[in-house]
């Protein structure tokens, strides 16, 4: 199962540090999410990652994700909203380029919408969200674990991301789903000091899990 890392929605102290830090124990993506930065500053912190990490990260700007030769590229509500006539060409360009195409899926429809379209299915909030108050969930797990393994099937180049609420005690709840990776943000980034202890617990308890 593969991890991957959100950015800390706020200034952490340290944050690239720590970044550095997990993705050296085995975080697999970064999704650069930085919705108070304008692009001049997500440069500049986009180049206080070591270069070796930059094809490992996902932004939710097309420009950073040019510029920078990232991962992939994720469209945002706003944008798949806003830019309906465009967004093909985006997928186009990504696809093409071999790069991740990445979507929130917040509901099933949403998520049999997307599949197939995208590379990426960001699943969420799985859980109650440990980072923001009152963010809860609304699954049929049941239907839910039916309608990825269909799509796996059908779109075996997709993968689904559980993402929200995440942490150590949800691992087995998620490997029972047909998940194939995890999203991390509340239980690294609200205690950072502790963030690799949080981090390898979670690695553990995916190995012990499978």
């Known amino acids: 199962m593969q991890i991957a890392l959100y950015t800390a929605p706020t200034e952490i102290e340290n944050e690239v540090d720590i970044i550095s830090e997990l993705f050296a124990n085995g975080v697999d993506y ?16 986009v180049e206080k990652i070591p270069e070796k990490y930059w094809q490992k990260c996902i932004s939710t700007s097309l420009i950073i994700t040019k510029e920078f030769d990232f991962a992939g590229y994720h469209f ?31 509901s099933i429809e949403e998520l049999n919408w997307y599949a197939g379209q995208f590379k990426q299915i960001i ?35 997709t993968r689904f991301f559980a993402v929200g609420g995440v942490d150590a005690t949800k691992i087995n709840e998620i490997n ?26 979670i690695l553990q308890h995916l190995k012990h899990d499978k």
Do not use: C
């Open 123 to 157: 699943v969420s909030p799985m859980f109650p969200s440990i980072s923001k108050e009152n963010h809860f969930y609304n699954w049929d797990y049941e239907m839910l674990d039916k309608q990825i393994l269909k799509h796996k099937l059908q779109h075996p180049t």
């Open 176 to 201: 029972n789903l047909n998940f194939d990776g995890i999203g991390l943000l509340g239980t690294i980034w609200n205690n950072p000091i502790n963030a690799t202890i949080n981090f390898l617990n």
């Open 76 to 106: 945002t509500r706003d944008i798949l909203q806003k830019n309906t006539n465009y967004n093909h060409k985006i997928l186009e360009w990504l696809h093409e380029n071999n790069k991740i195409s990445s979507a929130s899926a917040h």
């Open 30 to 45: 970064l999704y650069i999410r930085k919705p108070a930065l304008d692009d001049f500053s997500l440069v500049d912190f």
